[in-house]
């Protein structure tokens, strides 16, 4: 009986320490028996351990004021005035949703003038043509 494989999803898996109870031991098992998988996870290790070496100050950067903060990080931002303002929380999310959608029909009324213009470019090119011949 021939020794069960394990995919590169599970030893991604196993890797992040993610691998279910049961299977991890039989991961490092297999790892013991297959030398060129068990250098190609401590690769991937060392990769991990890099990448988090490289960005690890942007990690610890907080996050921009763009983006929505998480309900926890908005009651205990409000705390120290008082709690949360419902006026404000309630506001808060349809002024960015607000801005979001005029951003996005911003987007498409420039997409629309630019296939305007490449159309209206094309037919004059067509007509220069026909009239040359």
Same mark, same amino acid.
């Given at each position: 009986?021939?020794?069960?494989? /394990?995919? &590169?999803? &599970?030893?991604?898996?196993?890797?992040?320490?993610?691998? @279910?109870?049961?299977?991890?031991?039989? %991961?490092? /098992?297999? !790892?013991?028996? #297959? @030398?060129?998988?068990?250098?190609?996870?401590?690769?991937?290790?060392?990769?991990?351990?890099?990448?988090?070496?490289?960005?690890? *100050? /942007?990690?610890?950067?907080? !996050? =921009?004021?763009?983006?929505?903060?998480?309900?926890? &990080?908005?009651?205990?931002?409000d705390?120290? *005035?008082?709690? =949360?303002n419902?006026?404000?929380?309630? #506001?808060?999310?349809?002024? $960015? /949703? &607000?801005?979001?959608?005029?951003?996005?029909?911003?987007?498409?009324?420039? !997409?629309? %003038? %630019?296939? !305007?213009?490449?159309?209206?470019?094309g037919?004059? %090119?067509?007509?220069?043509?026909?009239?040359? $011949?």
């Amino acid at each position: 009986m021939s020794a069960p494989t /394990v995919g &590169e999803i &599970e030893l991604s898996a196993w890797l992040d320490g993610e691998a @279910p109870p049961g299977r991890r031991e039989a %991961v490092e /098992v297999w !790892l013991k028996a #297959n @030398p060129g998988a068990a250098t190609r996870v401590d690769v991937w290790r060392r990769q991990n351990d890099l990448i988090r070496a490289r960005f690890a *100050r /942007v990690a610890a950067e907080p !996050l =921009p004021e763009t983006i929505w903060p998480a309900p926890a &990080e908005t009651a205990r931002r409000d705390a120290p *005035r008082g709690g =949360p303002n419902p006026a404000t929380a309630a #506001n808060d999310a349809p002024i $960015r /949703v &607000e801005r979001f959608d005029r951003a996005r029909r911003d987007m498409r009324a420039r !997409l629309a %003038v %630019v296939a !305007l213009m490449s159309f209206a470019a094309g037919a004059a %090119v067509t007509l220069m043509l026909m009239a040359a $011949r």
